[in-house]
């Protein structure tokens, strides 16, 4: 086992690198894109070594770093991660790098850029890593900055409007999960996640604690109907911006449910699985008509993300309805554990979406779908890898989008058929909204005068989609090592969420 500090190197080394990218901009200016893609390289290599070093056979926390923060309140400096954090972090770090290579050409202040981008990948890892509940907190909340300076300096004309309220919906959200802190602290007298995960607790005082998680949580999935923040937010972020939210950032909302929700409050969590299932349900099917509707790309790439979101806490709530209905664990499993691929699949395939539409907009410099048509005419090699990514995002067999989908969709048969029925209409809705688009932007005729300009992808682009086509299909092909990798802690989440914590009981 490794010695040195993986995980704060992966936190503080993207920051303390951001530092250096402003420093050096003002002598150095030719230098930032260089140190600030050798930073976020360097911080991906190390989470490979975090995943070299990982035991998929166990679900106890390691790399664990343990260090007195604030003694007075028992507070600690305390990261670990287990089967469930480390896929996320694998994520983010990844995306980091493409997103600096993205960033390349970027030319209003990109040293700040940069920066802002390499800050939220270390509080991002801060968020997955951390075992303290206030350390958690104080990573989550402390994301809101670099978000709101990408979104409101390098965003569209309505920028100031999306990056107030993404901050507001976020903030509002978070202020009821202190409170949660708060009064586990007081019972407990830890802030340790671990500890609170044990910490008995009557049924009424749960169902509080889960509906103030669940805000919090819900709006970062986004659930409906506290998704309004996010088509605004990608509509008017940069591309990157977009990448990184869609990518990332969600999968914080559905990895807060998994920490805290399920193992802290579980009885509330049964209690109230149907109003998660229900909320579930409606963000697949419904939000997948609006986006159905939608004839900006980035709106429609948004929409399809609440659906397909939706699968992931559709998963995640399955366990206790399978268990009331079947005692069958190894469904309630299934459930989780499809609700997990779903959100690295998700992270794959909308960074890649995204990144196509970006494509288009630098040259065309228009989100709609009607300002194309006929692209595969003139830019054939970005076509073939753009259908791939839609239909990744339908669910095509052979892709990520298909395995963690037709996981939750199995374990859904385990609950009750109408769920899986419900589900199951994503995948015609997403057949339906992904063919619409591709059938107007690449295919027919060419449309314009700007389509007909177009040129095919540079090399510095062709990395980027080579890079995410590998990853998009060869989880869709071979997804045993991200399943063996949360095996373990999956079992041990879905036994610890199936047994009784009701004080007293």
């Known amino acids: 086992m490794f010695e040195w500090p993986l995980l704060s190197l992966l936190v503080w080394l993207p920051i303390f690198g951001a530092a250096a990218v402003v420093a050096i901009a003002s002598g150095m200016p030719k230098l930032v894109r260089p140190l600030a893609l050798a930073v976020a390289v360097l911080t991906f290599l190390l989470s490979l070594v975090l995943y070299a070093g990982f035991d998929v056979s166990t679900a106890a926390m390691q790399f664990e770093e343990r260090s007195v923060w604030i003694e007075a309140f028992n507070i600690h400096y305390h990261l670990g991660v287990d089967g469930l954090s480390l896929p996320l972090i694998l994520l983010t770090t990844l995306i980091g790098v493409l997103i600096i290579i993205g960033g390349w050409t970027i030319q209003d202040r990109p040293h700040l850029y940069l920066a802002s981008f390499l800050v939220l990948q270390g509080l991002t890892v801060g968020v997955f890593a951390a075992l303290d509940a206030l350390l958690f907190y104080v990573f989550f909340e402390a994301m809101l900055v670099p978000m709101f300076l990408i979104i409101g300096i390098w965003g569209g004309p309505n920028r100031i409007y999306a990056t107030i309220k993404f901050f507001l919906f976020t903030f509002f959200g978070s202020v009821f999960m202190l409170i949660a802190l708060l009064w ?203 259908v791939l990514f839609f239909m990744a995002n339908s669910g095509l067999p052979g892709t990520s989008g298909f395995v963690g989908e037709f996981m939750v969709i199995l374990a859904a048969f385990h609950a009750s058929f109408w769920f899986a029925f419900v589900a199951g209409i994503t995948l015609l809705l997403g057949a339906a909204y992904s063919l619409w688009l591709v059938k107007r932007v690449f295919y ?62």
Request: hydrophobic fraction near 55%; aromatic fraction near 10%; glycine fraction near 10%.
């Open 444 to 505: 027919g005729e060419i449309a314009n005068n700007a389509v007909a300009g177009l040129k095919d992808l540079s090399a510095r682009e062709w990395l980027l989609m080579t890079i995410l086509a590998v990853f998009v299909l060869g989880v869709g092909i071979w997804p045993f090592p991200l399943i063996e990798m949360m095996e373990a802690s999956v079992a041990n989440l879905v036994e610890h969420i199936l047994q009784s914590k009701v004080e007293g009981s």
């Open 184 to 386: 586990l602290y007081l019972q407990s007298g830890s802030f340790a996640i671990l500890d609170l995960h044990q910490l008995p607790i009557a049924l009424n005082a749960q169902i509080l604690i889960f509906l103030a998680f669940l805000i919090a949580f819900a709006v970062k999935v986004p659930m409906w109907p506290v998704h309004t923040w996010l088509p605004d937010a990608h509509v008017e972020a940069p591309t990157g911006g977009s990448v990184v939210l869609a990518a990332v950032m969600l999968k914080i909302g559905g990895y807060g449910l998994v920490r805290f929700s399920l193992p802290i409050t579980p009885d509330a969590a049964a209690a109230l699985d149907w109003l998660v299932i229900g909320l579930s349900l409606v963000a697949i099917a419904y939000i997948g008509f609006v986006a159905l509707a939608q004839s900006d790309m980035k709106k429609l790439i948004a929409y399809s993300s609440i659906s397909h979101m939706g699968f992931v806490t559709l998963g995640l709530f399955l366990a206790f309805a399978i268990s009331r209905n079947t005692g069958d664990v190894t469904g309630a499993g299934l459930g989780i554990t499809g609700g997990m691929v779903q959100m690295i699949s998700h992270g794959f395939i909308s960074g890649a979406m995204f990144l196509a539409v970006g494509v288009l907009y630098d040259r065309v410099h228009s989100r709609e779908i009607s300002s194309y048509g006929g692209v595969a005419n003139t830019m054939p090699w970005f076509a073939m890898f753009a």
